[in-house]
């Protein structure tokens, strides 16, 4: 004993070994209550804050939270062991007290971010809300805790009030503004598309000014992160949802119905009023006799004359278009309840358009594109036993067709001749 008073003895007369000693006992400290942290808190954090759903929290976050908590213990530490040592210098004193501050601050800021990325993954991990996001509220959360952070620092640096340091923030306020305009800005749009729920995860959106048509995978405070069918990723600012035009097709899904409409062009010089041939020729397909018996309401075509399909506006056109409309309506993959419409459009040098306005049962697109192929097919097959012509522009075959018709009429006045 005698010999450890004498060291002790000689150290406190020696004001640097002094200094030296509770520097390197501080830091002992520091050190011992860290691992013993690193080693136990973290069944304090799940019995503390997971102790209600202890099967349901992955250790992940037990141990991300424990990290974070165990910074605190030896800052408090350190911090409390300084009212016991007070033989070390003023200007040290205040030095390890300003680092212990500044720590403590640090690591609080840490911890919310932590806390708040947390509560992002778990939100968006239950199941009804699974296509909401709040990625851009929390960005904002950490970013006013880092702010207030920011602000305890300065304050401990200068030794002042945190409240001198607010005020005098005010004069820098239009600087802060100028620097910060896009994050607001970002700010403002995010709650907008949020909050009137016109844009969520899993969407399918298409911006056809910017070449982007895919799904929404991640929505965050400055920018909205879209895969393309391709698989390339597009980042759109949020602002940009607020000023720009685009189409989001989620309604279409919800509803469980894709709209067709499209349109095939018919020769004008096809269409024609009935004669009883292209009744005759009508009749051979099935469905077409009960349309032409609701158009002359009853009456068999045989006991009327050509003349009275004239007098009663019915053309070929007309009985092709109630056909069609019927045929679409048995259709498996046609919805019912819905819109099925074939209807004349308005003329033009390529022909008369002739549209297709229906919904199939299937929104998902190798479903919707076989439908409105499958359909279009037909009525490409079909049309002629109508007595209607499709309309195209003359191809290599067209001019080919011509010029063996021309020969042919060429030879025989040659001969003729010779």
């Known amino acids: 004993m ?33 691992l013993i942290c690193k080693f136990f808190i973290v069944k304090v954090v799940r019995k503390v804050f997971f102790s209600t759903h202890k099967n349901q929290v992955p250790l992940d976050k037990d141990v991300r939270l424990s990290e974070k908590l165990s910074n605190f213990i030896p800052v408090i530490t350190v911090y409390y062991l300084l009212q016991f ?7 040290l004193l205040i030095a390890i007290k300003t680092i212990c501050g500044i720590l403590f601050f640090v690591y609080l800021s840490l911890f919310f971010t932590e806390v708040l990325e947390i509560v992002n993954n778990s939100y968006s991990k239950k199941a009804k809300r699974k296509n909401h996001s709040i990625k851009g509220y929390i960005q904002v959360g950490k970013i006013l805790v880092h702010i207030i952070s920011a602000i305890m620092i300065l304050a401990i640096m200068s030794n002042k009030s945190p409240v001198i340091i607010i005020s005098s923030l005010g004069a820098v306020a239009a600087v802060l503004m100028l620097v910060f305009q896009h994050t607001l800005m970002s700010l403002v749009a995010n709650i907008q598309v949020s909050s009137n729920d016109v844009l969520q995860l899993g969407d399918w959106i298409e911006m056809p000014d910017n070449g982007i048509s895919g799904e929404v995978i991640d929505i965050a405070l400055h920018t909205i992160t879209i895969r393309n ?29 894709r709209r067709i409409m499209r349109s095939f062009h018919l020769d004008q010089m096809s269409i024609r009023f009935l004669d009883h041939d292209m009744v005759q020729q009508m009749s051979q397909i099935r469905g077409v006799s009960e349309q ?33 409309t019927a045929w679409l309506s048995q259709r498996d993959d046609i919805k019912k309840d819905m819109y099925i419409v074939v209807r004349a459009m308005k003329p033009s040098p390529e022909g008369l358009p002739v549209e297709v306005y229906c919904f199939t049962s299937s929104v998902l697109w190798v479903d919707y594109e076989d439908s409105q192929s499958a359909i279009f097919e037909y009525i490409y097959a079909i049309v002629s036993h109508f007595s209607l012509r499709m309309y195209q522009q003359p191809g290599g075959s067209d001019f080919w067709r011509l010029s063996q018709e021309r020969a042919q009429l060429v030879k025989p006045s040659e001969q003729q001749v010779d």
């Open 2 to 34: 005698n010999y450890l008073s004498k060291i002790q003895g000689f150290i406190e007369s020696n004001t640097v070994l002094s200094a030296a000693f509770s520097l390197v006992l501080l830091m002992f400290a520091g050190m011992i209550a860290h």
């Open 292 to 324: 032409l018996s609701a158009l002359m309401d009853g009456r068999d075509s045989n006991a009327v004359g050509e003349r009275w399909f004239a007098e009663n506006g019915i053309t070929n056109l007309t009985v092709f278009r109630k056909y069609l």
């Open 229 to 257: 069918w391709d698989n390339t990723l597009s980042r759109i600012p949020t602002k940009n949802f607020l000023t720009e035009t685009y189409t989001n097709w989620q309604a279409m899904f919800s509803s469980g119905a």
């Open 85 to 91: 040592m007070p033989d070390l210098p003023e200007h």
